[in-house]
């Protein structure tokens, strides 16, 4: 599976931004995402279900942030409102062949990252 993740960029605090990530070469069940800061570990944003549509948000994110997928497009969305400086980070989406995983060690695909930069 070949993943590709784009829409980063620079925002201010409290503002909008929406990351997009298409897929190809391959089926998974999850798709998740997750955020990398500088000096700090990868940590888990969001995921969702390909196939029922479940999600599943880190309490950081939670109601700031909105998981979504068009499987027509082989796409998932990550749609970030409210940004605060500290969502600084690289975004990675990944998939994965099991159910609802949170655990970034349960991913086995993984795209390239997009940087989100929220200014104060």
């Known amino acids: 599976v070949q993943l590709q993740a784009s829409g980063g960029g620079l925002v201010q605090a409290g503002g909008s931004l929406r990351i997009s990530c298409s897929a190809s070469?391959?089926?998974?069940?999850?798709m998740g995402w997750f955020r990398q800061a500088p000096g700090k570990e990868r940590e888990f944003v969001a995921l969702?279900?390909?196939?029922?549509?479940?999600?599943r948000y880190a309490d950081s994110v939670k109601g700031r942030f909105t998981i979504s997928k068009d499987n027509a497009k082989n796409t998932v969305y990550l749609q970030m409102s409210s940004l605060k400086p500290e969502d600084s980070a690289v975004y990675y989406c990944a998939a994965t062949r099991r159910v609802l995983q949170t655990n970034v060690n349960s991913y086995d695909f993984w795209g390239q990252g997009t940087l989100v930069t929220v200014s104060s």
């Open positions: 070469g391959g089926t998974f069940s999850t």
């Open positions: 969702i279900s390909w196939s029922s549509g479940s999600t």
